[in-house]
Protein backbone atom coordinates (compact mmCIF):
# COMPACT_ATOMS: atom_id res chain seq x y z
CA UNK A 1 0.00 0.00 0.00
CA UNK A 2 1.48 3.74 -0.72
CA UNK A 3 1.94 6.00 1.42
CA UNK A 4 -0.49 8.93 1.49
CA UNK A 5 1.03 11.85 -0.62
CA UNK A 6 1.98 14.64 1.87
CA UNK A 7 5.18 17.53 1.82
CA UNK A 8 8.22 17.28 3.34
CA UNK A 9 8.32 18.35 6.49
CA UNK A 10 12.37 20.15 5.62
CA UNK A 11 11.50 21.60 1.97
CA UNK A 12 7.65 21.72 1.11
CA UNK A 13 7.84 19.53 -1.69
CA UNK A 14 5.02 17.02 -2.31
CA UNK A 15 6.44 13.61 -1.80
CA UNK A 16 5.38 10.05 -3.53
CA UNK A 17 7.34 7.35 -1.44
CA UNK A 18 7.97 4.23 -3.59
CA UNK A 19 7.44 0.89 -1.03
CA UNK A 20 11.37 0.02 -1.38
CA UNK A 21 12.71 3.27 -0.21
CA UNK A 22 10.56 2.71 3.26
CA UNK A 23 12.89 1.80 6.23
CA UNK A 24 10.91 0.01 9.32
CA UNK A 25 12.44 1.55 12.48
CA UNK A 26 9.76 -0.66 14.69
CA UNK A 27 6.08 -1.81 14.07
CA UNK A 28 4.72 1.41 14.53
CA UNK A 29 7.55 3.89 12.98
CA UNK A 30 9.24 3.96 9.26
CA UNK A 31 11.49 6.30 7.85
CA UNK A 32 11.90 7.56 4.01
CA UNK A 33 14.19 10.10 1.98
CA UNK A 34 12.63 12.83 0.75
CA UNK A 35 13.15 12.53 -3.06
CA UNK A 36 13.62 16.61 -3.25
CA UNK A 37 15.80 17.17 -0.61
CA UNK A 38 16.59 13.81 0.49
CA UNK A 39 16.52 14.52 4.48
CA UNK A 40 15.54 11.42 6.29
CA UNK A 41 11.60 12.21 7.14
CA UNK A 42 10.03 9.81 9.90
CA UNK A 43 6.56 9.09 10.29
CA UNK A 44 4.10 7.30 12.54
CA UNK A 45 1.57 5.02 11.54
CA UNK A 46 -2.03 5.50 12.55
CA UNK A 47 -3.91 2.64 12.89
CA UNK A 48 -7.08 3.56 14.37
CA UNK A 49 -9.57 6.55 13.46
CA UNK A 50 -10.45 8.32 10.43
CA UNK A 51 -7.05 9.03 9.24
CA UNK A 52 -5.65 5.49 9.50
CA UNK A 53 -3.65 4.87 6.59
CA UNK A 54 -0.05 3.56 5.78
CA UNK A 55 1.81 1.05 4.49
CA UNK A 56 1.34 -2.72 5.38
CA UNK A 57 4.66 -3.94 7.09
CA UNK A 58 5.80 -7.00 4.98
CA UNK A 59 5.80 -10.15 7.34
Known amino acids: MPLPVKPCPYC ?3 MW ?3 ESVE ?3 EK ?3 F ?3 HCHALVRRTL ?3 GE ?3 GP ?4
Open 33 to 35: PCP
Open 51 to 53: NAC
Open 56 to 59: IKPS
Open 24 to 26: WLD
Open 29 to 31: TFR
Open 17 to 19: VKD
Open 46 to 48: IVF
Open 12 to 14: GKL
